[in-house]
């Protein structure tokens, strides 16, 4: 009779409500509440457990629909180029891309980048979505790699993370001791030996619409 009483379909509510719900637990349960409730169901009441697992699936959700629309522009890109005289360069770095479809999964951790993240990262790199700063600190990480193989640059240039740019402000408005994250985001930059490095790139993000890196001459201390 229970099985029968069930709901065969429950909507998930937004992730925004969820987070505030979730935000706000340790009040309510201080104030004596013991369950939630769904108010688009009737005496519908859930154990506190569902506000995790209603995240889960709003963030899976998310993630799995961002991946579907890269899959999908790729394709149409793909029909496209196949009405087109494309070099063999093309073709195979459209190939390429949807091995990576095929050997990824999302919300995998993204791995081996130098970033925080997950594969799904990756996706934003197709189609029309803004790059975000995890993608931006891919980059970094990979430009670092090939400064570090180029002889001319080993040693002498330096790209820095989204994460400097972020701290610069308190740094440069700071009167006394800076936060302990500016702190370790600064650290690596402060043990830098500034008898070789000359150039600094750190990424800046212009009004939410456009990235620049800003080069540094630590040498004549300009930019």
Known sequence: M????????????????????????????????????????????LPFWILSHWRNIAVAHDTLGVWSMAEAWTSRWATQLKDQESTKEVADNVARVFDVF???????PLAGLGCAG?????ARLLGIHWLSDTIIDAMAFLLNARITRTPKTRGTVVFASVDLAC???????????????????LGPYERMDLNHVRYLLIPINIDNQHWVAVCVDIKTKTW
């Open 118 to 122: 997950n594969v799904t990262q990756l």
């Open 2 to 45: 229970l099985r029968a009483t069930l709901p065969s379909r429950r909507d998930v509510p937004p992730l925004r409500i969820t987070d505030q719900a979730l935000a706000s637990f340790g009040q309510a349960w201080f104030d004596g509440a013991r369950s939630v409730l769904d108010y688009k169901y009737r005496d519908s009441r």
């Open 102 to 108: 095929d050997a990824l999964a999302p919300p995998g």
């Open 167 to 185: 701290q610069l402000p308190e740094v440069a408005t700071a009167q006394k001791e800076i936060s302990r994250a500016a702190a370790e985001v």
